[in-house]
């Protein structure tokens, strides 16, 4: 959770703790805990969905299929692919080495690079299709029930929009990882760092899933 | 140790480090306590300014004073700078923030800097809400409803949405902070039925605020994106549905009405086993009744919409989940009772403002049991009786314990005694002023008078002058307490260890205690509450 470099000694906990274990306890309780309450956030919107999923079964199956399913599909496996990445970069700055720890982080962080990517050419596809109900743009749905279609697109925008942004954070934290595994000044504050990193990632990896299931494969 | 070093750990957190910066990078909790109280005593004042304006308004039966308009952002005022910056953060953030870690004896929170910025979130947001409200009038009350928040109301509303959004974060990272401190930190034999009821009330509130407020967060940005993006995921003309925007409000909105309240019960029940020199009565169904209303609150959301056409089925099961949580709320007020029972009483300051939270609390919860039975709130929904009913609760009950809890543990968080005499007027202004402002509204509401209305017939105009006149003195038991608890800092007299002889690690200290709270780590071998120990010897 703190992410300045200890000042006093190599390996000596924060002032308000006793000894690094309970740290790094308190540490990894504080992250689940932050989790749980993604978790929530998630979930609120999830249940709005599945609300309105059961309200119109037959259009949201139809709009669906207007999504590109290989695309997510690849996406998918990037994801899962880039958090054993992260798992792998877990073990290796436990194991005290510097140089494969930043390697794992490198090929984690472009994994995630190139989905965000991936995602942004599904969202300009859809724009092009005029699939994309924001900011007044056109709407031109081509099946029945534009108006609920629109509903079910509302919902594709917010959860993978607030996953990109998740993402997006993700990226931003593991970069600093980076920088502290280049400087290796206290590889025990590292570690907990950096296992923390790697709890959100897989959160985020999931959530994915969560994403994938409900937009993509629910199709008519 | 040197010599040196040794003094300067004994020092109070307060003895050095008075430039600015020493305020506003510190991480000590005790500090980021006093920061929290600054801020929400100016939001009490600016969100009480627009209470005084609107009861002056009511007096006459015409709209005389304010415009319509402004009547309407009047009490969006109100419910707004209240309900989020006064009453969420209230207790756990100023005296939970000072006393968790004194009271599990710990040093300091398990994470101070999200401490110190999850204050700033909150005083940030807080300000630029204000602002927004302030400066282009959002009129939609504090629960920003739909679709007249999504397609009618001023523009101002993603503003105050935004603001409201951000200040959900430091309520996140208070509950994070507080559950991993009461988890890993508790000092040697402090075991979970040996902690202080504050630390179990504050635990609960923790995790209302860390399962519900994200719900709340996820329902904010909704409603930001379909005013600002045209997302309309609550848009009737797209197949939404305006009424689950109020599931989802309330999946947070009434969970939160117990982040207002269990903290308060908490505090009260702190203050009267030590002044009635008993053990607190029953303290295993205390602490779980604590757990009980947390966890039914999570189930009641509903009964907030028995006429907005919900399911009656629906209705019917959340009445009935409303009734459970009057159980625990019950067994609470029983067992305070009890407490007090063949107690030696001592009618101090602090012990009139829990008496007085027992009373007020009782009569709001009973209310609450009216409000949740389908058929009576057909009747007396959206008027004055459900405004009396949460006020009771929030201010008699919350408003109240936090007074009480303030003077009770100001010597510990001072080195100062305030002057006991003016805490007792401050005191009985506050019960008699609140009893006469609310009281009225019971009467009126049940007659038919509806909420956030400007203007009325002329047969309520005797409650309503008696409620203005009952907020006038309330006025005095709110401003009072401010002028002399601040005369206190420089005059009032140095405050011992232990001015109460009460029990609890937080006074084994000195008051003001020293930068990490304990001169040697704290073990703990007894019960709570052991006042037959203290007394005897
Ligand atoms: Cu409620």
Redesign the pocket.
């Given at each position: 959770m703190t992410t300045t470099p200890s000042t006093t000694s190599k390996a000596a906990p924060d002032e308000q703790f006793d000894d690094l274990t309970q740290q790094r306890q308190a540490d990894l309780m504080g992250m689940w805990i932050f989790l749980a309450t993604e978790l929530m956030l998630f979930g609120g919107i999830f249940t709005a969905f599945t609300v309105y999923r059961f309200a119109y079964p037959e259009v949201f199956a139809e709009a669906a299929t207007h999504l590109d399913l290989k695309l997510g599909t690849f996406n998918t496996a990037l994801l899962v692919t880039s958090s054993l990445f992260m798992a792998l970069a877990e073990r290796a700055v436990n194991a005290g080495q510097r140089r494969k720890t930043l390697a794992f982080l490198f090929v984690t962080i472009g994994i995630g690079v190139v989905f965000l990517g991936i995602k942004g050419y599904e969202w300009h596809h859809e724009y092009t299709e005029k699939l994309m109900p924001i900011l007044g743009l056109a709407f031109e749905y081509p099946g029945a029930h534009p108006d609920r279609a629109e509903m079910f697109f509302n919902f594709y925008y917010v959860l993978t929009g607030l996953h990109a942004v998740h993402m997006s954070l993700g990226l931003v934290t593991l970069s600093v990882m980076v920088v502290f595994t280049w400087r290796w000044r206290d590889p025990s504050r590292l570690g907990r760092q950096i296992q923390i990193n790697g709890l959100y990632w897989a959160f985020v990896d999931v959530v994915w899933v969560f994403i994938f299931t409900t937009q993509y494969l629910l199709r008519a | 140790m040197s010599e040196a070093a040794a003094n300067q750990a004994s020092e109070s957190y307060l003895s050095r480090g008075w430039r600015l910066r020493d305020w506003l990078f510190t991480t000590d909790h005790k500090r980021v306590a006093w920061l929290y109280t600054v801020s929400i005593t100016a939001f009490f004042f600016l969100g009480g300014l627009a209470a005084l304006v609107i009861r002056l308004e009511l007096i006459t039966p015409e709209g005389d004073v304010v415009s319509a308009d402004a009547y309407n952002q009047l009490f969006t005022i109100h419910g707004v700078v209240m309900v989020w910056f006064f009453l969420i953060p209230s207790i756990p953030n100023t005296l939970g923030n000072f006393l968790l870690p004194l009271m599990v004896g710990a040093k300091d929170l398990a994470f101070p800097k999200l401490n110190i910025i999850s204050w700033y979130i909150y005083t940030i947001g807080g300000v630029f809400t204000i602002a927004a409200v302030i400066t282009s009038g959002v009129d939609t009350g504090w629960t920003f409803y739909t679709p007249y928040s999504t397609q009618y109301a001023d523009r101002a509303v993603v503003a105050a949405l935004t603001g409201v959004f951000v200040v959900g974060f430091s309520s996140i990272l208070t509950g994070i902070n507080f559950i991993v401190t009461t988890h890993k930190m508790r000092a040697p034999g402090l075991t979970w039925f040996r902690l202080p009821l504050f630390v179990w009330a504050n635990y609960a509130t923790s995790l209302v605020m860390v399962l519900a407020t994200p719900v709340l967060s996820a329902t904010l940005i909704l409603l930001i994106l379909e005013r600002m993006l045209g997302i309309g995921i609550f848009d009737p003309a797209l197949g939404g549905d305006p009424i689950l925007f109020q599931h989802l409000f309330?999946f947070y909105s009434?969970p939160a009405?117990y982040i207002m309240i269990l903290p308060g019960m908490g505090v009260v029940s702190e203050l009267i086993t030590c002044f009635s020199r008993k053990t607190v009565f029953g303290y295993h169904g205390m602490a779980i009744s604590i757990l009980a209303i947390t966890v039914f609150g999570f189930l009641?959301?509903g009964?907030?919409m028995f006429v907005s056409g919900q399911s009656l089925y629906a209705g019917l099961m959340f009445s009935f989940f409303t009734f459970l949580v009057a159980l625990p709320s019950a067994i609470k007020t029983f067992n305070w009772t009890a407490t007090l029972y063949k107690g030696k009483l001592i009618f101090s300051a602090v012990m009139i403002y829990a008496l007085s939270f027992v009373g007020l609390f009782t009569i709001g919860g009973f209310t609450g049991i009216f409000l949740a039975s389908l058929a009576v709130d057909v009747h007396v929904h959206d008027t004055y009786f459900v405004v009396a009913h949460f006020h009771y609760i929030m201010v008699g009950g919350m408003v109240t314990a936090y007074l009480g809890g303030l003077h009770f543990w100001w010597p510990k968080m001072t080195g100062r005694m305030y002057p006991e005499i003016w805490a007792k007027v401050a005191a009985l202004a506050l019960f008699i002023g609140f009893n006469l402002t609310f009281f009225p509204q019971y009467l009126m509401g049940y007659a038919g008078m509806p909420r956030r209305y400007q203007t009325y017939p002329e047969d309520f105009q005797i409650l309503h002058v008696m409620s203005s006149l009952g907020a006038g003195v309330l006025a005095i038991g709110y401003l009072l307490p401010l002028v002399y608890l601040l005369w206190s800092l420089r005059w009032g007299k140095r405050a011992p260890p232990n001015p109460w002889r009460a029990a609890g690690l937080e006074w084994r200290t000195d008051s003001p205690p020293p930068k990490h709270n304990f001169l040697e780590p704290q073990t703990v071998t007894g019960p709570p509450y052991d006042y037959d120990t203290i007394d005897n010897k």
């Amino acid at each position: 959770m703190t992410t300045t470099p200890s000042t006093t000694s190599k390996a000596a906990p924060d002032e308000q703790f006793d000894d690094l274990t309970q740290q790094r306890q308190a540490d990894l309780m504080g992250m689940w805990i932050f989790l749980a309450t993604e978790l929530m956030l998630f979930g609120g919107i999830f249940t709005a969905f599945t609300v309105y999923r059961f309200a119109y079964p037959e259009v949201f199956a139809e709009a669906a299929t207007h999504l590109d399913l290989k695309l997510g599909t690849f996406n998918t496996a990037l994801l899962v692919t880039s958090s054993l990445f992260m798992a792998l970069a877990e073990r290796a700055v436990n194991a005290g080495q510097r140089r494969k720890t930043l390697a794992f982080l490198f090929v984690t962080i472009g994994i995630g690079v190139v989905f965000l990517g991936i995602k942004g050419y599904e969202w300009h596809h859809e724009y092009t299709e005029k699939l994309m109900p924001i900011l007044g743009l056109a709407f031109e749905y081509p099946g029945a029930h534009p108006d609920r279609a629109e509903m079910f697109f509302n919902f594709y925008y917010v959860l993978t929009g607030l996953h990109a942004v998740h993402m997006s954070l993700g990226l931003v934290t593991l970069s600093v990882m980076v920088v502290f595994t280049w400087r290796w000044r206290d590889p025990s504050r590292l570690g907990r760092q950096i296992q923390i990193n790697g709890l959100y990632w897989a959160f985020v990896d999931v959530v994915w899933v969560f994403i994938f299931t409900t937009q993509y494969l629910l199709r008519a | 140790m040197s010599e040196a070093a040794a003094n300067q750990a004994s020092e109070s957190y307060l003895s050095r480090g008075w430039r600015l910066r020493d305020w506003l990078f510190t991480t000590d909790h005790k500090r980021v306590a006093w920061l929290y109280t600054v801020s929400i005593t100016a939001f009490f004042f600016l969100g009480g300014l627009a209470a005084l304006v609107i009861r002056l308004e009511l007096i006459t039966p015409e709209g005389d004073v304010v415009s319509a308009d402004a009547y309407n952002q009047l009490f969006t005022i109100h419910g707004v700078v209240m309900v989020w910056f006064f009453l969420i953060p209230s207790i756990p953030n100023t005296l939970g923030n000072f006393l968790l870690p004194l009271m599990v004896g710990a040093k300091d929170l398990a994470f101070p800097k999200l401490n110190i910025i999850s204050w700033y979130i909150y005083t940030i947001g807080g300000v630029f809400t204000i602002a927004a409200v302030i400066t282009s009038g959002v009129d939609t009350g504090w629960t920003f409803y739909t679709p007249y928040s999504t397609q009618y109301a001023d523009r101002a509303v993603v503003a105050a949405l935004t603001g409201v959004f951000v200040v959900g974060f430091s309520s996140i990272l208070t509950g994070i902070n507080f559950i991993v401190t009461t988890h890993k930190m508790r000092a040697p034999g402090l075991t979970w039925f040996r902690l202080p009821l504050f630390v179990w009330a504050n635990y609960a509130t923790s995790l209302v605020m860390v399962l519900a407020t994200p719900v709340l967060s996820a329902t904010l940005i909704l409603l930001i994106l379909e005013r600002m993006l045209g997302i309309g995921i609550f848009d009737p003309a797209l197949g939404g549905d305006p009424i689950l925007f109020q599931h989802l409000f309330w999946f947070y909105s009434h969970p939160a009405v117990y982040i207002m309240i269990l903290p308060g019960m908490g505090v009260v029940s702190e203050l009267i086993t030590c002044f009635s020199r008993k053990t607190v009565f029953g303290y295993h169904g205390m602490a779980i009744s604590i757990l009980a209303i947390t966890v039914f609150g999570f189930l009641v959301w509903g009964h907030h919409m028995f006429v907005s056409g919900q399911s009656l089925y629906a209705g019917l099961m959340f009445s009935f989940f409303t009734f459970l949580v009057a159980l625990p709320s019950a067994i609470k007020t029983f067992n305070w009772t009890a407490t007090l029972y063949k107690g030696k009483l001592i009618f101090s300051a602090v012990m009139i403002y829990a008496l007085s939270f027992v009373g007020l609390f009782t009569i709001g919860g009973f209310t609450g049991i009216f409000l949740a039975s389908l058929a009576v709130d057909v009747h007396v929904h959206d008027t004055y009786f459900v405004v009396a009913h949460f006020h009771y609760i929030m201010v008699g009950g919350m408003v109240t314990a936090y007074l009480g809890g303030l003077h009770f543990w100001w010597p510990k968080m001072t080195g100062r005694m305030y002057p006991e005499i003016w805490a007792k007027v401050a005191a009985l202004a506050l019960f008699i002023g609140f009893n006469l402002t609310f009281f009225p509204q019971y009467l009126m509401g049940y007659a038919g008078m509806p909420r956030r209305y400007q203007t009325y017939p002329e047969d309520f105009q005797i409650l309503h002058v008696m409620s203005s006149l009952g907020a006038g003195v309330l006025a005095i038991g709110y401003l009072l307490p401010l002028v002399y608890l601040l005369w206190s800092l420089r005059w009032g007299k140095r405050a011992p260890p232990n001015p109460w002889r009460a029990a609890g690690l937080e006074w084994r200290t000195d008051s003001p205690p020293p930068k990490h709270n304990f001169l040697e780590p704290q073990t703990v071998t007894g019960p709570p509450y052991d006042y037959d120990t203290i007394d005897n010897k």
